[in-house]
């Protein structure tokens, strides 16, 4: 098992910022995004790392940018070899770290869903919609939409993102972008969801970032790993119930059943929960790659 990294440390690099799971640096006009094994739930960050989740969502993400780039241009421009200031870093780095293009984010979070699951399944409980698109009555829970359907929502620089309609994503970055957003989203999902659907895994749903740069637009940030995402083991599958899944929704679930506010700081996670979340990762990882994390 290669290291845990919490957090990075890279005197003489400049830090741009910490999210909840990658830390920001800038190398001359580039990106370098690094995954920590940093789990976040409900938005909060959790005190307890879970080993090889950052190398996980890298090694996820190349994967699908790079089988997915006849869609759309990606930001990265290497995961192997990074630039002579990261020199006496490569501990810190290996596995887990890409060199970017860097852009100006879209402040839309392009999601997509192809089944009623979370905030969707709750929104459809109480208008019969989702951000606002009508969907056919007496769908149960986890059930899969007649199509995918894109639902949007704000990038809220703290605290929770909000779901918003089609028409307020218009308002916002005018209707030639919301178009081409929503239009590359569904077609993203559409492939990534076959390619998935045989090997044993169903996309709930999902969600992408994109940005700009020198006027192209270009994905960015993660692509369809276990944090963007829901993944269900498609042998489980049945509406009318949630899902067991791949991914975050296990520790969800714990800390459901402890009853935490959802406010921090966060509980931590017994060593099981840790244990059985590295699991579900890396088995998410050898199900669509069709190898195991090395
Ligand atoms: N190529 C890129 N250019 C500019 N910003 C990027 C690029 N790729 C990713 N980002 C940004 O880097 C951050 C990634 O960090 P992380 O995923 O930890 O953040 P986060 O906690 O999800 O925060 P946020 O709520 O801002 O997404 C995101 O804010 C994302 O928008
Ligand atoms: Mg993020």
Not at 205 to 224: H, M, P, Q, R, S
Request: charged share 25%; aromatic share 10%.
């Amino acid at each position: 098992m290669s290291a845990v990294v919490w957090e990075t440390n890279f005197p003489g690099l400049t830090l741009l910022s910490r999210g909840k799971v990658r830390d920001l640096y800038q190398i001359d006009d580039d990106l370098l995004l690094v995954a920590t094994d940093r789990l976040s739930a409900f938005d909060v960050v959790l005190p307890t790392p879970i080993p090889d989740k950052g190398r996980v969502l890298t090694q996820l993400s190349l994967f699908w940018f790079e089988t997915l780039r006849d869609i759309v241009p990606n930001h990265v421009l290497s995961a192997t070899e990074f630039p002579a200031q990261t020199r006496g870093f490569g501990e810190q780095l290996a596995g887990r770290s890409m060199l970017c293009r860097k852009t100006n984010p879209i402040p839309i979070e392009c999601v997509v869903r192809g089944y009623l699951a979370g905030s969707g399944w709750k929104d459809y409980r109480v208008t019969g919609k989702v951000c606002g698109i009508p969907l056919p009555s007496g769908l149960r829970e986890s059930e899969r939409l007649p199509a995918p359907i894109f639902t949007p929502s704000t990038k809220a620089s703290a605290g929770h993102d909000e779901n918003i309609s089609f028409d307020e994503t218009v308002a916002r970055i005018g209707g030639e972008q919301a178009e081409k957003l929503r239009a590359l989203s569904l077609e993203i999902y559409r492939r990534a969801a076959a390619y998935a659907e045989p090997r044993g895994i169903l996309l709930a749903d999902t969600k992408f970032e994109f940005g700009l740069v020198d006027n192209e637009l270009i994905w960015i940030d993660e692509a369809l790993t276990p944090d963007s995402s829901r993944f269900w083991p498609a042998d489980d599958y049945a509406a009318g119930r949630p899902q067991p899944s791949f991914d975050k929704q296990y520790v969800r679930d714990y800390l459901e059943r402890i009853g935490w506010n959802k406010l921090p700081p966060g509980p931590e996670l017994p060593s099981e929960v840790v244990t059985g979340t590295r699991d579900k990762y890396r088995q998410a990882y050898l199900l669509l790659t069709g190898h195991e994390l090395s």
